[in-house]
């Protein structure tokens, strides 16, 4: 028995594509190319929608750069350690000692203060006086890092530590185990939502609910003390949560603007896939670089709030806390203009057996994952991407922190220092974005080129910090150092993450966006949570200089998924977009709703709505069916009835069964 492929070809297999296009015959890829762009339902896109979806990053990416990567862990960082009593409370530490004063620093005032250090670990020799006496060395001022905080004899670390739900934890393993948790929470919230973005004409209106919670947590910040340090893991986590949720709800727009942009409409059938990866890798990139223009444009605005911290609120916290709630203003402020003017571009109808919405979105979840073998090239970059932005987000965080606590800024005030290393990463971040846009459109670089380059670049980092452990003088251990890595590591984590998001765009199902960016943000900007987790481990089980060692889980994550991504074939990865879309993906009243027909021992799927839907192929017309055939298209067996049952099933569901030939058994 064989089962010949019916006339009308237009859902096949990734195989059955690639032969198409191989032999250059105008059968099944030039009709989906056709048929796609004819019968694509939303508006030619104008440069006004444009604008309003770039403004929502110029918004939005102060989160990820202002809030999450630089002031709020900062934030819980320094009231935790405040709560734990750094630096007031430091055993060395002796705010008034006459005696001390005179002797020692030959001072005659008695509000001078000093602390007694043997260890001399993380000396900033140019801004501390230190002198010896009777044994011990005495430095006048505070201890401006953590290592200074020493037991009252000057040479043992003193143990920070804040309690949180009767769990004792150092006080920037809080600060990082919050970010894991509030990207678990994300997770959950994803998949309760997320793939919401993709059904019926509410997309627009879960971004504006979403934004307006998430902005205002973070103004919420404002209320973060020494006093209500717990507050701030809790915001961490609400805010982090809705904005890891608006990523995914706007990075759905992506494929629909780049489908329906002016340039990948008027090109020709033999340009569209070229044509289309171009367009969408300029979106993605400009969206990129105009976040990263608002995020530092608020830092600039944020900058004196740190510089002049001392006089204005005593502390730096006191900036921190404002400058977080600044962000949430600035990110509710500016997406009024996108809530305006981005066309909603609604999805598919939500089916009317769906009873909730969260329900369906978690069902949704479910089918998606239980289909992931049909787009094997698409789940295995979602692995590679969990890993390598893991590992290369989290550099971020781990830089902030050791700059607040370990290293040694010499004669550079560290208010200055910090500030210097979040203006310089965006600032350089822009530069290599336009740079990669530059060289992507006139050599014509693939997205998956400019990917790999910039991993290997990142790389460097982590093996700079490890060269640490074999020298005090650099491998970050200076102040002057971070003005060069700073500038280094946003060069290139500005084209990483258009070029990634981009490439991702590139070979998903048309229909399934929001579905498919659910698992894409599990890790993209504020949501690493893995690398968080590890750093929160290493310091529960050794001081702060332990933090270094993460540098080896980072190295590790990125140079491992470039390896696979090298190999990665991601033409296959269209392809097989393509097959998932028209075999799961239905437009009008009844959409996604599939009869399944028990056919004997097997299944055939039809849908049942338009006349352009059609009998699943099971194998070609020779009767040899390959195995990637098999991963997308239903088998049918011998049965008797096989051949009556699958006419029924047309004539029952198709407007013209005529379309179909002949079905031989």
């Known amino acids: 028995m064989k089962v010949p492929c019916c006339k009308k070809r237009d859902r096949i297999s990734p195989v059955e594509l690639e032969t198409d296009m191989a032999e250059e015959t105008p059968s099944c890829w030039d009709r989906w190319v056709k048929r796609t762009r004819k019968e694509d339902p939303h508006p030619v896109v104008t440069k006004k929608e444009l604008r309003s979806w770039y403004m929502y990053d110029w918004a939005n990416s102060v989160f990820y750069q202002v809030v999450i990567g630089s002031y709020l862990p900062l934030l819980l960082q320094s009231v935790a350690l405040e709560n734990a009593g750094y630096p007031n409370n430091c055993p060395n530490y002796f705010p008034n000692s006459p005696n001390i004063s005179r002797q020692v620093f030959n001072e005659t005032n008695d509000t001078v203060s000093f602390f007694i250090d043997n260890v001399q670990t993380g000396k900033s020799s140019c801004l501390t006086t230190c002198n010896e006496f009777n044994g011990s060395t005495y430095c006048e001022g505070k201890p401006e890092v953590t290592t200074e905080c020493l037991d009252p004899t000057g040479y043992e670390q003193y143990d920070l530590f804040v309690t949180f739900l009767g769990t004792r934890m150092d006080p920037t393993e809080y600060a990082t185990l919050f970010i894991s948790f509030s990207v678990l929470g994300q997770a959950i919230a994803f998949i309760s939502v997320g793939s919401l973005g993709d059904y019926g004409e509410n997309r627009k209106l879960y971004l504006v609910i979403c934004t307006i919670l998430g902005s205002f947590t973070c103004i919420l910040c404002i209320a973060v003390t020494a006093e209500t340090w717990y507050l701030g893991g809790i915001f961490m986590f609400i805010s982090n949560i809705f904005f890891g949720v608006c990523i995914v709800l706007y990075n759905a727009w992506l494929p629909l603007l780049a489908r329906c942009h002016e340039d990948v409409l008027k090109a020709s059938d033999e340009e569209y896939e070229d044509t289309l990866d171009r367009i969408t890798g300029h979106i993605s ?3 990129y670089v105009i976040g990263y223009a608002g995020s530092l444009t608020l830092l600039a605005l944020t900058a004196p709030f740190i510089l002049a911290s001392d006089s204005l609120f005593g502390s730096l916290e006191g900036a921190f806390r404002i400058n977080v709630a600044l962000a949430g203003v600035w990110w509710f402020v500016f997406s009024l203009y996108t809530f ?6 609604p999805g598919q109808p939500l089916p009317a057996e769906a009873k909730t919405y969260i329900g369906w979105s978690w069902y949704q979840t479910y089918l998606t994952v239980r289909r992931m073998f049909e787009l094997p090239v698409t789940f ?14 989290v550099i971020s965080s781990i830089g902030v922190l050791m700059a607040n606590t370990v290293l040694d800024w010499g004669c550079t005030p560290k208010e200055v220092g910090v500030g210097v290393l979040l203006f310089a990463i965006p600032i350089f971040a822009i530069l290599g974005n336009v740079l990669a ?12 080129a400019i990917v790999i380059a910039t991993l290997l670049w990142t790389a460097v980092v982590p093996v700079w910090g490890l060269i640490g452990y074999a020298s005090d003088d650099f ?5 002057w150092e971070v003005f060069l890595i700073g500038p280094y590591y946003g060069f290139g984590m500005g084209a990483l993450q258009s070029y990634s998001r981009s490439l991702f765009a590139d070979i998903i199902p048309k229909g399934f966006e929001s579905q498919f960016f659910l698992f894409y943000e599990i890790t ?4 690493s949570w893995l690398g968080p987790l590890v750093v929160a481990l290493l310091l529960r089980h050794g001081d702060d200089e332990t933090i270094r060692l993460a540098f ?6 990125i140079l491992v998924p470039t390896f696979f991504l090298y190999f990665l074939d991601l033409h296959k990865g269209r392809l097989e977009a393509i097959a998932y879309h028209e ?3 239905t437009e009008g009243e009844l959409t996604e709703k599939v009869d399944r027909k028990r056919i004997g021992t097997g299944t055939a799927m039809v849908s049942s709505n338009k006349t352009d839907d059609f009998v699943q192929d099971a194998a070609d017309t020779s009767g040899e069916t390959s195995s990637d055939t098999k991963d997308v298209n239903n088998t049918f067996t011998n049965d008797d009835n096989v051949s009556d049952n699958v006419e029924n099933v047309v004539s029952d569901n198709v407007e013209n069964p005529e379309d179909f030939g002949e079905l031989e058994f």
Not at 552 to 557: A, E, H, K
Request: hydrophobic share 40%; charged share 20%; net charge positive.
């Open 437 to 448: 846009d530059y060289v992507s459109s006139k050599y014509n670089v693939s997205s998956k």
């Open 475 to 479: 491998g970050i251990r200076k102040g």
């Open 340 to 345: 305006k003017n981005l066309e909603n571009r």
């Open 285 to 287: 990139g400009w969206g």
């Open 583 to 585: 075999a799961h993906f």
């Open 380 to 393: 295995k970059f979602i692995v590679l991407w969990f890993f390598y932005s893991d590992g290369a987000f």
């Open 524 to 527: 993209n900007k504020g949501s």
């Open 552 to 557: 080896i889980y980072v190295l590790v994550m």
